[in-house]
């Protein structure tokens, strides 16, 4: 055993005794929550779902302890409608949320909407948020205005322009090193549980990375055998651990509902600065499922321990789930897309189980359906430059006829039992043609600036295009002349 994985082993061993070192009493009062969001993390990434090559033996220990969920999805296959879906229990689309918000975007998440920190706050508790935000850059669609006592972070995705830190309400207008951002997110955790420890709290942390571009601090880099991407997840795993640390320090550990998890699959079109799918059919941006389901694990004090839940559970969930924990209220003003699974932390199940939809990348509708073990896919097909575009960027499915998949026997959607299961499929399709009625309750986002007002420039764009050409003839010109005369030169060597 090389030197890496002795020390893999020896993470893991002091990760686990830090959990079962804890007795799993009963819990007192309301739980803690903190929820811990990766960015395109692939399902293949994580030791306790086959990773190999990466290990994460603090993550690992709190599924030992507590849940690996097989069968988890984010609330769509891209960042913000995503964390909206996981901070709102709805469907983006009902937000008008239809894709990425980009830096320039003069929208956000609506204000009408009730978060999972708003929603707490009524029961008194202290609502932070550590990392990416992504759900507008105004200030009125700001964390602070969206139920967030407490924001140390970043507006928006790492690879964006004005990338600057805040502190609350305050922008620090300094470069951000990007090695030292997952210690600084974690220390800012860290900080928050320490200022917090004595009344309930929900505390979001939301980590830019492994988004591209990746990068990992020098205690980090070299410590996988799956390069850089590989030591930024281990830097996350390293990141959770100081967490859980933090917790067990407090004496709250046992009263805190920990969950981990990702926004969506992984960047597939970054090579090796993109994760893997761990068997799963493509990635980020579509509608097969290594774009929505995502490695998750839980721990609950005083819950079951050791368990794997197969069921399908989603993003969505988590608001009533964690209403149901806490005591809050659900919002009873609007439809709730998700349900209550804290039967799952008891052992009891989450319930009866209902459709899960696969939104494409602009929510123009719904692509899949999965209920139970069942999934349909729509038929799908380009004309020939989108395919070619689609092919290369893989924003979008390749061509293909409708697909019916058993994903307990056929997690990676190879096999097509269309035909041998026409009524489930019959079934299945309702379900999608009655969920396509779901449209924007408030008009659609503006997800990127419009264009500047070039009204006048008429003359100046006509005069640009003049000498362009004329510079462009003047080099075929050249390239031409060029051309002649090498081959006149050639002739006479040959005479």
Not at 43 to 67: C, E, K, Q, V, W
Not at 370 to 379: D, I, S, T, V, Y
Request: aromatic share 12%.
């Amino acid at each position: 055993m090389n030197f890496r994985n002795w020390a893999a082993l020896c993470g893991f061993v002091c990760a686990w005794g830090t959990l079962v070192a804890l007795p799993a009493s009963a819990r007192e009062g309301k739980p803690n929550i903190v929820i811990i969001l990766a960015d395109d993390l692939g399902y293949g990434d994580i030791g306790a779902f086959g990773a190999s090559d990466i290990a994460t033996p603090h993550i690992d220990s709190l599924a030992m302890r507590g849940i690996r969920f097989t069968d988890f999805y984010a609330g769509h296959n891209v960042c913000s409608p995503s964390r909206a879906a996981l901070l709102t229990g709805r469907h983006s689309k009902r937000m008008g949320i239809s894709h990425v918000f980009q830096a320039d975007s003069p929208d956000g998440m609506p204000l009408e909407e009730t978060t999972i920190a708003e929603m707490l706050k009524e029961e008194g508790y202290a609502t932070g948020l550590v990392g990416k935000w992504h759900l507008g850059s105004q200030d009125r669609y700001m964390p602070w205005n969206q139920g967030f006592d407490s924001f140390q972070g970043v507006p928006y995705s790492n690879d964006m322009g004005n990338f600057f830190w805040y502190d609350e309400q305050d922008v620090i207008y300094e470069p951000i090193d990007q090695a030292y951002l997952t210690q600084r997110y974690t220390q800012k955790a860290v900080d928050f549980i320490g200022a917090n420890k004595e009344d309930p709290f929900f505390l979001y942390v939301a980590h830019s990375m492994p988004h591209v571009p990746i990068y990992a601090s020098p205690d980090f880099l070299g410590s996988s055998e799956r390069g850089l991407y590989g030591d930024v997840v281990q830097e996350l795993d390293w990141s959770v651990g100081e967490v859980v640390a933090a917790l067990e320090d407090a004496g709250i550990l046992e009263n805190t509902l920990i969950l981990f998890t990702s926004d969506n699959g992984p960047w597939l079109p970054m090579g090796s600065h993109g994760g893997a799918t761990g068997g799963l059919r493509d990635g980020k941006g579509t509608t097969f499922d290594g774009g929505h389901k995502v490695p998750t694990v839980a721990y609950l004090g005083g819950g079951v321990s050791g368990v794997t839940v197969t069921e399908p559970i989603s993003m969505l969930d988590l608001l009533p789930t964690i209403a149901a924990l806490s005591g809050a209220a659900v919002p009873d003003d609007r439809p709730i897309d998700g349900r209550d699974v804290s039967g799952v932390f008891t052992g009891d199940g989450g319930g009866a189980p209902i459709p899960y939809f696969y939104y494409e990348a602009f929510n123009s509708q719904i692509d899949a359906v999965r209920l139970g073990k069942w999934k349909l896919k729509r038929e799908k097909s380009f004309w020939i430059p989108d395919l070619i575009i689609s092919t290369i960027l893989r924003w979008g499915e390749f061509n293909h006829g409708e697909f019916l998949f058993n994903l307990e026997s056929d997690p990676g959607e190879a096999n097509n039992l269309i035909d041998e299961n026409p009524q489930v499929a019959e079934r299945l399709h309702a379900l999608m043609v009655e969920a396509d009625a779901i449209g924007a309750e408030y008009r659609m986002r503006v997800m990127t600036g419009t264009g500047a007002d070039r009204a006048g420039y008429e003359r100046l764009l006509i005069s640009l295009a003049v000498v362009g050409f004329v510079l462009l003839a003047l080099v075929l010109g050249l390239l031409y002349g060029l051309w002649r005369g090498a081959k006149a030169t050639v002739s006479r060597f040959r005479t």
